[in-house]
């Protein structure tokens, strides 16, 4: 006896752990981040037929479900940028815009529709709404005075930034459009704000595969450079299939 352990019990957790380490080998490091501007397109998308009846985003399902756990993105709102993307390559395929740059802008303005515990439904649907603070020309804030009568955003005042992509009323009215088919162009669904901002995106940018493209788009989109890098080295993060 070996402080009561026998030696064939000894063996036998011995066996156990070289199979252990032979099994698992070292921990799988942690890809690196790309540092290119603009960030890469990440993990390809399959051809779907985005001019289906109803939510064709639901064809991505397979796709989303590869991706999810490893990027912390849900998978309804990983089906929604991965859709707004196969939209503009096909209608605009000289846009290039990349379904991780529209996650970036995601993470960033709303943790992808979960904002102050929203949840997204499997319609794209976030509730409840995600509404901004007042823009009212506080520290910090730009003073944008109402433009919808409060209609979208429920503030006849001052203007407050709309849904899981965070836009403005004034913005949303023009370039709104129904992504998920129920007829309706709702910032407040992921799929509906997706390819809405991936419109407004590739409007203001052009060719989102080149750096002038991409920096001109983002800018147009938040002026901010801060916000620029952030959206910049999340979507990068999630390019190589990774949380930020």
Known sequence: MMDGVTPTRLLVVLAAAACLVAAC????????????VPPPPGAPLPFIDVNGPGRTADL???????????TGIGQTALEAYGHAAAVLAQSRPE???AWTTLAGIGSVESGHGTHAGAV??????????IRG?????G?????IPDTD????????????????MQFIPETWVRWGVDANGDGVA?????????LSAARYLCARGGDLRTPDGWYTALMAYNLSGDYLRLVRDRAAAYSVGVRP
């Open 25 to 36: 080998g070292s921990p799988t490091p942690r890809p690196e981040i790309p540092e290119d």
């Open 60 to 70: 991505l399902a397979g796709w989303a479900a590869g991706l999810s756990d490893a």
């Open 95 to 97: 846009c290039g815009i």
């Open 120 to 129: 997204v439904g499997p319609t794209g649907q976030v509730e409840p709404p």
């Open 133 to 137: 603070i007042p823009l009212d020309g």
């Open 139 to 143: 520290p910090g804030v730009a003073e």
């Open 149 to 164: 009568g409060g209609r979208l955003d429920g503030d006849p005042e001052f203007d407050r930034a709309i849904g899981p």
């Open 186 to 194: 709702d910032p407040d669904n992921i799929d509906d704000a997706a």
